[in-house]
């Protein structure tokens, strides 16, 4: 990407009436005011192809739109989805918004159009918050996915990996909106596009319909709606022109083997934030899939009473910053569809000046600014043993509480071996073992491609003291360096605030235990609520270690053997021609999902996301450029280019 992204902004819509939403910015309507669902109807659902493609029964439809807007497009897509599909068909919706909506103007709108309401309360319910880059939302028990990108169109789509059969070009009137049509776009359409896939668009303005023939379309003119003149559809094809991947050869998505659930079940090693997690996305994709921890879920590191669901401050985004923003989006998601119990409210005492979360395009109704600091509305406290309990409560999922010793491939699958138990034979192997088998008094258990993973233990401490005459009273979390929860006994299961947590990497002293306590406490004491004193029996404390990676982000995707690409890659980074390398070879059926670091809670979240669409051989749910950041061979990949580094 050259340059910073145009930024994402949130916009507020006017309305000519209640039934006609209208841009200020771009001066033109968001759909027809004479009889706009008809009209959308015909130009886009049918005019693309949809709509035959429904009812023929094709089992995967896939839609891209340049233009989210007020999502009536979408809205009519699904509504006809919901009424025509056959038991089976599952539609996957790719569209690109640079000026999201207000969710308060899409309710309005929408109450103004009762016809809609099954599909549009769909859409409502599961619109995300409005932060920059991919949210996928899932629909109709996950028969209904929308891939929402916000962002440019383009440089989205140059970020993005998909295959769309049918196209909705619906920028606002070209004068007034040429990025949305520009032929450079139309470059990414094509690379989107399978041969035979179609598209349409109200408008054929000559330079319009020039881009899209440039790309690779066969444009027909049709008969507009009502008293239009006319409308354009066109075919694909291609093969167009080659669009630009976002990925280096190395981490391209294709590195991967997916086995489907008839293969068998998956065997996921550990029952914290991270094995719960991709445990249950795994059984929601119809794999069966069988946990092995011998302390149970959440009980280790994961098992803190109370954790933090936070946004991440940095001046400019970086992988980390857009990767944690990418996360919490996912989280707040995951709140909801399983009914976590949750506390809202973090007040950043340290933080006063909201630039950083403009430059990183939070909107701005998820903080506020108070004379104590910046209220991050979004954000907040959850329990996490329970987050990790509800998340395995799924038909398809198996908790088995015993210790694996060692993974063996059998060359089709994996026979894992675990204390108390016969050989157990899986077709996919997950590690999510946490800084366990990094800890010098555990015996790790054998995965040859895990260990050489550069990762590295992190010990955290966090105290819980009982609630006094001032602190009793807060009713949201303090963050500055450390943090504070108000007393939630119906959260946490104690009547207790948690103060957390210290950070260290270094010699751990025989008296460890009481001098963190102390610091926690002192440090603490900035804060008035909690700046009396506490006997010292009152105090509990609980230890916990993180796993961390040396680049902090956590380690995502399939496992491969650092011997085989040195062999592979060789010399070719000192000076061989990089386009034709050959993609990561990985050790099929071998996953991970770990080094969590401080986050456990928000990155288990899009981080097993993303990592059973790899395992299932979906569109991955982050800006592809993020993979390198994530991949397990980057390390290997970075030694490989450079070798003094170690
Ligand atoms: C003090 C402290 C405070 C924190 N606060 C927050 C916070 O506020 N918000 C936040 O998001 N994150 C927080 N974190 C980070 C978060 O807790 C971790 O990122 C997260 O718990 C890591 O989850 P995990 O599943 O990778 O590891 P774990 O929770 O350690 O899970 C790994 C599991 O693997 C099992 N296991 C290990 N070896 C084997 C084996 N051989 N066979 C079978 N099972 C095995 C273990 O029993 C364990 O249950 C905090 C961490 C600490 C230490
Ligand atoms: C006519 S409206 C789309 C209506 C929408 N399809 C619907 O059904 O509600 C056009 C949309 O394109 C968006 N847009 C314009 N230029 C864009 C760009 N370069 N990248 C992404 N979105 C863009 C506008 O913000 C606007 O929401």
């Known amino acids: ?174 004068k007034q909106n040429p990025d949305a049509f520009d032929p450079g776009l139309f470059v990414e359409v094509a690379r989107l596009s399978r041969t035979g896939s179609r598209g349409a668009s109200f408008t054929s303005a000559g330079w319009v319909r020039r881009a899209i023939e440039a790309a690779g379309f066969r444009i027909e003119k049709r008969p507009g709606f009502g008293k239009k003149r006319e409308c354009i559809r066109a075919e694909f094809v291609g093969p167009g022109i080659e669009g630009t991947s976002p990925l280096p050869p190395w981490f391209s998505g294709e590195s991967s083997v997916v086995r489907p659930p008839e293969a068998g079940p998956v065997g996921v090693i550990g029952a914290g934030l991270a094995g719960s997690s991709i445990s249950r996305r795994l059984a929601e994709a119809g794999y069966d899939v069988l946990i092995f921890d011998p302390e149970g879920p959440g009980n280790r590191t994961s098992g803190n009473p109370l954790g933090l669901y936070n946004l991440q401050i940095s001046k400019k985004p970086n992988p980390i910053s857009r990767f944690a923003q990418a996360a919490l989006a996912e989280f707040l998601r995951e709140l909801q569809d399983l009914g976590v119990p949750h506390h809202t409210g973090i007040l950043r005492t340290d933080f006063h000046d909201p630039l950083p979360l403009i430059e990183s395009g939070y909107p701005e109704d998820s903080y506020e600014i108070t004379p104590r600091g910046i209220r991050l509305k979004v954000c907040g406290v959850v329990n996490p043993r329970d987050l990790c309990r509800i998340r395995i409560e799924h038909p398809k999922i198996r908790l088995l509480r015993n210790r694996v010793t060692s993974v063996a491939s059998t060359g089709k699958g994996f026979l894992i071996h675990a204390e108390g138990l016969p050989p157990v034979e899986c077709a996919q192997v997950v590690s999510t073992l946490g800084a366990d088998f990094r800890l010098p008094d555990v015996a790790p258990p054998v995965i040859p491609h895990l260990d050489p993973i550069p990762m590295r233990p992190i010990r955290g401490q966090i105290i819980l003291v009982p609630p006094g005459a001032l602190s009793q009273n807060l009713q949201e979390t303090l963050v500055e360096e450390g943090y504070a929860s108000p007393a939630l006994p119906e959260l946490s299961g104690v009547d207790a605030h948690l103060i957390g947590a210290t950070y260290q990497a270094l010699t751990v002293l025989p008296d460890q235990e009481e001098i963190d306590r102390d610091q926690l406490i002192r440090e603490s004491a900035k804060w008035p609520e909690f700046s009396g004193s506490y006997p010292e029996e009152s105090v509990r404390s609980r230890v916990g270690w993180r796993l961390s990676s040396p680049d902090k982000l956590p380690v995502i995707g399939p496992l491969c053997d650092p011997d085989l690409l040195a062999g592979i890659y060789g010399n070719a980074f000192r000076g061989g021609p990089l386009k034709s390398l050959p993609t990561v070879p990985v050790a099929p059926g071998e996953w991970t999902l770990t080094a969590l670091g401080s986050r456990g809670i928000t990155f288990s979240s899009i981080g097993s996301l993303l990592l059973s669409d790899w395992m299932t051989g979906g569109r991955l749910s982050i800006e592809l450029d993020l993979i390198e950041h994530l991949h397990p061979a980057r390390f290997f990949i970075r030694k490989l280019k450079r070798p003094g580094i170690s």
């Open 1 to 174: 990407m050259n340059g910073p992204p145009p930024r994402v902004e949130v916009v507020r819509i006017d309305f000519r009436d209640e039934r006609t939403p209208y841009s200020t910015r771009f001066q033109d309507v968001y759909f027809s005011a004479m009889d706009g669902i008809s009209e959308s109807r015909y130009v886009y659902l049918e005019g693309s192809g949809y709509l035959e493609a429904l009812t023929e029964g094709r089992p995967r439809i896939e839609v891209g739109e340049v233009g989210f807007g007020v999502g009536l497009n979408f809205v009519l897509t699904l509504d006809a989805f919901l009424k025509e599909s056959k038991p089976g068909q599952v539609l996957h919706y790719h569209s690109f918004e640079r000026f999201p909506v207000h969710l308060d103007d899409l309710k309005r709108l929408y109450a103004a159009y009762p016809e809609l309401t099954e599909a549009s309360s769909m859409l409502l319910d599961h619109y995300p918050l409005l932060t920059p880059g991919v949210h996928s939302l899932r629909m109709a028990g996950g028969r209904v996915r929308l891939w929402l990108s916000l962002g440019e169109a383009r440089q989205q789509m140059a970020l993005s990996d998909f295959r769309v059969d049918h196209w909705y070009w619906d920028g606002f009137a070209p």
